[in-house]
């Protein structure tokens, strides 16, 4: 846990200024997305999201995560994620249509990078050991609420492997005393079920097994099982260590 928090300190001290560099274009372009959604608003946003996870992948677990011996395997992680961005930008897959369906939840998570390092601050972290908005949970969180923001048509490989990160990160919460994870952990239940509930809808016609209409029980059976998973974990984080 030392070395994790280390390399988290050396991240931040080290690239603080690019960070809110960043940080700012994400900003800029995701209100430029809302508002006006013209074609090359729509392609920046997915450079950006290319550049910003191989910044992951790089930067901040092949370089200033050296240090952790498994960086080199979520250095890989991340850069598979980046190169789905780039056949997504290649392709058009996702195309960044509003459905209004989520949009508070998604404001919510779109949010939710500038409350990790608030919630580091209550807990009595201080700079540069603490969390940041542009690391890799709250990249994925901010991910998910883009998606679910424009969630007419998604890349459902990607949405895949969020959900995957963001079962790690339940795991980190225990192992690594990082609370702050519980926000993406909590915000991947939601998100899972309405991405997938989503897709299947728009699928509707086809003949699928199980059957359309077991599909929205089986998907609400699995978001309640990681309810159920997340609430333990919160009850072991809680209760006072020997």
């Known amino acids: 846990m030392e070395i994790f928090w280390r390399t988290i300190a050396y991240y931040n001290s080290a690239t603080w200024l690019l960070q809110i560099v960043i940080i700012l274009i994400g900003i800029a372009l995701t209100g430029l997305l809302i508002d006006r959604p013209r074609p090359w608003v729509k392609m920046a946003m997915k450079f950006y999201m290319i550049g910003l996870y191989t910044w992951i992948s790089l930067v901040y677990y092949y370089i200033y ?132 509930r989503e897709y299947f809808l728009n699928n509707l016609h086809a003949d699928t097994k199980p059957k359309a209409k077991y599909i929205n029980w089986l998907l609400i059976s699995v978001c309640v099982g990681l309810a159920v998973l997340l609430t333990t974990t919160m009850f072991l984080e809680l209760v006072p260590k020997g």
Not at 90 to 107: M, V
Not at 108 to 127: D, K, Q
Not at 153 to 174: D, E, P
Request: charge should be negative.
């Open 65 to 196: 995560c050296e240090e952790r011996s498994y960086n080199g395997v979520m250095a890989m992680f991340w850069g598979v994620m980046a190169i789905i961005w780039i056949w997504d930008a290649i392709t058009g897959y996702t195309t960044f249509e509003r459905t209004h369906k989520y949009d508070l939840l998604s404001y919510v998570l779109l949010a939710m990078p500038f409350i990790y390092p608030l919630v580091s601050l209550a807990r009595g972290l201080s700079f540069p050991e603490m969390t940041s908005p542009v690391m890799p949970c709250s990249v994925v969180v901010f991910t998910i609420g883009l998606l679910l923001l424009f969630a007419q048509k998604v890349n459902m490989f990607l949405v895949l492997f969020l959900c995957h990160w963001s079962l790690i990160g339940l795991s980190k919460t225990y192992f690594f005393q990082i609370p702050e994870d519980f926000l993406l952990a909590s915000a991947t239940i939601p998100g899972l079920y309405l991405f997938f």
